[in-house]
């Protein structure tokens, strides 16, 4: 914690499990879906190239000029995915786990994706992001995946804020039903608009 309180979490275990699923990953599998609406298994890996960098920036509280260190814009593309993906998105995601340790990344306000909020608020939305992508990655090429109690108590704190009628457009699907005993991940997933149970 910081000298007033606010919470930080600590993302490198999540964008350690991220970079462990990497060589797991065969290129006859870029093509597969995943569990994240429509993208594909290389759309996803665009995705999260450019949300690490800019949840970097948010962290930082900067803003990313053109060229390489530049957050693609919108959605994940296969087609944009650096062909250098699996030694790039863990280097990455390393800069994104330092830049949220500073105390700083979490006090006053930020943007990331032309959204203005509270800074603590936009590490959970980051944490969000590597945790969930990081199942969706899982899931999609057939490997294992955890979180530890405190990431997924987090996610399910933040994702609860949003009942299905206030859902912001696009930003997730239908809550899902799971038992009430459910895993932490599990009920992390659902509320996210997954199916806890999705297989490829």
Do not use: N
Request: charged fraction near 20%; charge should be negative.
């Amino acid at each position: 914690m910081t000298d007033d309180q606010t919470v930080m979490i600590d993302f490198g275990p999540a964008a350690q499990r991220v970079t462990a699923l990497l060589s797991g990953v065969s290129d006859e599998q870029l093509t597969a879906p995943t569990p994240c609406g429509t993208y594909s298994v290389a759309d996803l890996l665009d995705h999260f190239m450019g949300l690490a960098i800019g949840m970097r920036h948010a962290a930082e509280k900067t803003t990313a000029v053109a060229g390489p260190d530049a957050p693609a814009p919108g959605q994940g593309a296969a087609e944009r995915l650096d062909p250098d993906w699996r030694q790039e998105l863990p280097r990455r995601l390393d800069a994104l786990t330092a830049a949220w340790r500073e105390p700083s990344a979490w006090q006053g306000t930020t943007e990331a994706g032309g959204v203005t909020m509270p800074a603590q608020m936009m590490g959970i939305v980051a944490l969000d992001e590597v945790v969930i992508h990081g199942w969706d990655l899982a899931r999609a090429t057939g490997q294992p995946y955890d979180c530890d109690l405190h990431c997924a108590e987090a996610i399910i704190g933040w994702l609860s804020a949003f009942p299905d009628e206030q859902r912001p457009e696009g930003a997730f699907g239908p809550i899902v039903s799971v038992a009430d005993d459910a895993p932490p991940l599990a009920r992390a997933v659902a509320l996210s608009g997954r199916d806890p149970e999705w297989r490829a």
